[in-house]
Structure formats: C-alpha cells, structure tokens
Nanobody, 126 residues
Framework: QVQLIESGGGLVQAGGSLRLSCAAS????????MAWFRQAPGKEREFVAV????????LYIDAVEGRFTISRDNAKNTEYLQMNSLKPEDTAVYYC???????????????????WGKGTPVTVSS
C-alpha cells in the first residue's frame, strides 16, 4: 500500500519561506512523475508544480513561477517544494501527488491521479 506523507507546513509571515516534503512509502516512485497541488478555503484544488521522474523537467503555474522550486530525491523516495517570498494568497492546504504520467498530473479530472497525500496546511500572514 502506497502512502504519501507531507510535512513542513506551518505559519509564516509574508515574504518568508517554507520547505515542504513528501515522503513515499510502500513502493519506489522513482519512475513516477510527482506534483504539488493546493486547496485554499472555499476553492477548488489547483495544480501548483510538477516534476518528471528524473527531475529534468519541471512546470509551474504562473502564480508561483520564480518563487517556488519543485525537486525530488529518488534515493529517498521524496519530493520537495521550496517556497520563497510567500504571499497571503499562497495560504492553502498543500497536497503531493504521484502518477506514472506527467500529463495526468497537469490535467483534470484530479480523480485520475493514482496517489495522493493527505495534505499539510500552509498559512501566510500579512
């Protein structure tokens, strides 16, 4: 049984930084693409960033481009999201996800994605 466990969320002031981690257990996900999503209160879950299996290809939404960096360590079966210059509008629960297909992680329906974590909350105060 595969589990994705996020950590690193918390409360931070605007302009600050956080680093999220997502550790996978149950199987090796080195051949999977991995992604981060977020869901703000009262809003739909949205795609934030994705990384391919080798780490050579990444994609971000415009709202976080240049501020967030997605990465992975296949030896540790873990992906990361470094978040800098945080803004109040980044406040959300952040979820990691994994799927054999990178394109599946960037499209709807989200129900097509194979693995999800349970999320870690990020609150950015102004």
């Amino acid at each position: 049984q595969v589990q994705l466990i996020e950590s690193g969320g918390g409360l931070v002031q605007a302009g600050g930084s956080l680093r999220l981690s997502c550790a996978a257990s149950g199987r090796t996900l080195s051949s999977y693409a991995m992604a981060w999503f977020r869901q703000a209160p009262g809003k739909e879950r949205e795609f934030v960033a994705v990384i391919n299996w080798s780490g050579s290809n990444t994609l971000y939404i415009d709202a976080v481009e240049g501020r967030f960096t997605i990465s992975r360590d296949n030896a540790k079966n873990t992906e990361y999201l470094q978040m800098n210059s945080l803004k109040p509008e980044d406040t959300a629960v952040y979820y990691c996800a994994a799927d054999p297909s990178l394109s599946t992680l960037t499209r709807r329906p989200l129900s097509a994605i194979e693995y999800w974590g349970k999320g870690t909350p990020v609150t950015v105060s102004s």
